[in-house]
């Protein structure tokens, strides 16, 4: 965070190559925790997720049913924690894979996308020059159409912050009706249960997706790198590294990008 270099990360990551001993199967997932107890959320979801996927009933053979039902499991649980989680949450954007074919589960707005290499020009002097991003996920948004009803009609608002003149500043936000609280950016989480009150859910999202081996890798990532990089920039500045197969130097690269466009 800018002019706050002791702020504790609250940010977790999930990394599970053959999942239940399968070598066909991945599952992994980024956490963006917010709040005070933020990072205590993130870790809950990092630690207990992985293991309730791996034992659904449907595991592998519905895949959208045992992730649907691993996060709300996950998220229920959070409420009997130690931790307070009326205004601290975390955001979920995980992928599971098996064999050609992903399932993208998402709750927030962190985000997951494909690259793909595109079929080269003819005569093309340097090969492996042209790509496009795929959205795995939709980020949700207060004043996204949907997610805005269903909040107004639990009783909650959407609005953004105000300046002295009434402007508005920065993302739309979830509010209380007659408080100004718990203002938060993002339609879907887990935790936060004073904006679960007004609408705010943790049900993903889930998309499904069949890899062509034109697809080469993904990134998966919270708004931290998303707010201030596109799709499209985010597939130019990994290309390289990809190609040299520096996952580090690619996640290094990214950071360093948005950290220059944050500040």
């Given at each position: 965070?800018?002019?706050?270099?002791?702020?504790?990360?609250?940010?977790?990551?999930?990394?599970?190559?053959?999942?239940?001993?399968?070598?066909?199967?991945f599952?992994?997932?980024v956490?963006?925790?917010?709040?005070?107890?933020?990072?205590?959320?993130?870790?809950?979801?990092?630690?207990?997720?992985?293991?309730?996927?791996?034992?659904?009933?449907?595991?592998?053979?519905?895949?959208?049913?045992?992730?649907?039902?691993?996060?709300?499991?996950v998220?229920?649980?959070?409420?009997a924690?130690?931790?307070?989680?009326?205004?601290?949450?975390?955001?979920?954007?995980?992928?599971?894979?098996?064999?050609?074919?992903?399932?993208?589960?998402?709750?927030?707005?962190?985000?997951?996308?494909?690259?793909?290499?595109?079929?080269?020009?003819?005569?093309?002097?340097?090969?492996?020059?042209?790509?496009?991003?795929?959205?795995l996920?939709?980020?949700?948004?207060?004043?996204?159409?949907?997610?805005?009803?269903?909040?107004?009609?639990?009783?909650?608002?959407?609005?953004?912050?105000?300046?002295?003149?009434?402007?508005?500043?920065?993302?739309?936000?979830?509010?209380?009706?007659?408080?100004?609280?718990?203002?938060?950016?993002?339609s879907?989480?887990?935790?936060?249960?004073?904006?679960?009150?007004?609408?705010v859910?943790?049900?993903?999202?889930?998309?499904?997706?069949?890899i062509?081996?034109?697809?080469?890798?993904?990134?998966?990532?919270?708004?931290?790198?998303?707010?201030?990089?596109?799709?499209?920039?985010?597939?130019?500045?990994?290309?390289?590294?990809?190609?040299?197969?520096?996952?580090?130097?690619?996640?290094?690269?990214?950071?360093?990008?948005?950290?220059?466009?944050?500040?």
């Amino acid at each position: 965070m800018p002019g706050n270099a002791n702020k504790v990360n609250q940010d977790s990551f999930i990394e599970c190559p053959n999942l239940r001993m399968n070598p066909e199967v991945f599952f992994f997932a980024v956490a963006d925790g917010h709040g005070f107890y933020g990072r205590e959320v993130s870790t809950f979801v990092k630690q207990k997720l992985p293991n309730y996927l791996a034992a659904h009933q449907t595991f592998l053979t519905d895949n959208k049913a045992a992730l649907t039902d691993s996060v709300e499991k996950v998220a229920t649980e959070l409420t009997a924690q130690e931790f307070d989680v009326n205004f601290s949450g975390t955001t979920l954007v995980s992928v599971l894979m098996q064999g050609k074919k992903l399932w993208c589960a998402n709750s927030g707005d962190s985000r997951a996308l494909m690259a793909r290499m595109l079929a080269d020009e003819p005569g093309e002097q340097n090969p492996g020059r042209h790509w496009m991003s795929i959205a795995l996920s939709r980020d949700h948004k207060p004043d996204e159409r949907g997610e805005a009803e269903r909040i107004f009609n639990k009783g909650g608002r959407v609005e953004a912050y105000q300046d002295e003149e009434g402007n508005p500043l920065g993302p739309a936000r979830v509010w209380l009706m007659d408080q100004d609280i718990p203002g938060l950016a993002m339609s879907r989480s887990l935790g936060d249960l004073v904006a679960a009150s007004v609408g705010v859910i943790y049900e993903p999202e889930i998309l499904e997706y069949d890899i062509t081996p034109e697809d080469k890798f993904m990134v998966i990532g919270s708004d931290g790198i998303f707010e201030f990089l596109q799709n499209e920039e985010v597939v130019r500045i990994v290309v390289p590294f990809w190609k040299t197969g520096d996952m580090q130097g690619a996640c290094d690269a990214l950071v360093k990008e948005a950290k220059q466009t944050w500040l």
